[in-house]
């Protein structure tokens, strides 16, 4: 049994030209409509918008920790969270998602919620 279980671990020892793979980002859903259902889907209460939000940020940070991965450079977890808060599509993200988030509460104003 000992035998085997050494067996096991040599094996599974990595080559040294191993490389973690990069993972890839994932595409992200898109708000098709303005209609009120759609909104609240996204923005209301338990909506969508803070998941896929996160999901942005992450792919942001996979794209940064590759970029300085190809370079050899080291980043710490901070500064690749910082660089990833102001990466060109994680703003535009929030950009786009700005005109929802208004739109939805014109709608429940519309309908007399009072937020």
């Not at 030209?17 to 909104?39: F, G």
């Not at 889907?41 to 300085?68: I, Q, T």
């Not at 703003?91 to 014109?106: E, K, S």
Request: aromatic content about 10%; charged content about 35%; some cysteine.
């Amino acid at each position: 049994m000992r035998e085997r279980m050494l067996r096991l671990t040599r094996d599974l020892e990595l080559p040294d030209s191993w490389k973690p793979p990069l993972v890839m980002p994932v595409t992200l859903p898109e708000r098709r409509s303005n209609d009120y259902a759609e909104l609240a889907a996204w923005y209301g209460p338990f909506g969508m918008f803070d998941h896929v939000r996160r999901l942005c940020l992450s792919n942001c940070r996979e794209v940064l920790r590759a970029k300085y991965a190809a370079a050899g450079e080291r980043i710490t977890e901070k500064q690749l969270d910082d660089e990833a808060h102001r990466h060109e599509a994680y703003v535009g993200f929030l950009r786009d998602h700005l005109d929802g988030r208004i739109l939805y509460f014109r709608e429940r104003q519309k309908m007399g919620f009072g937020d």
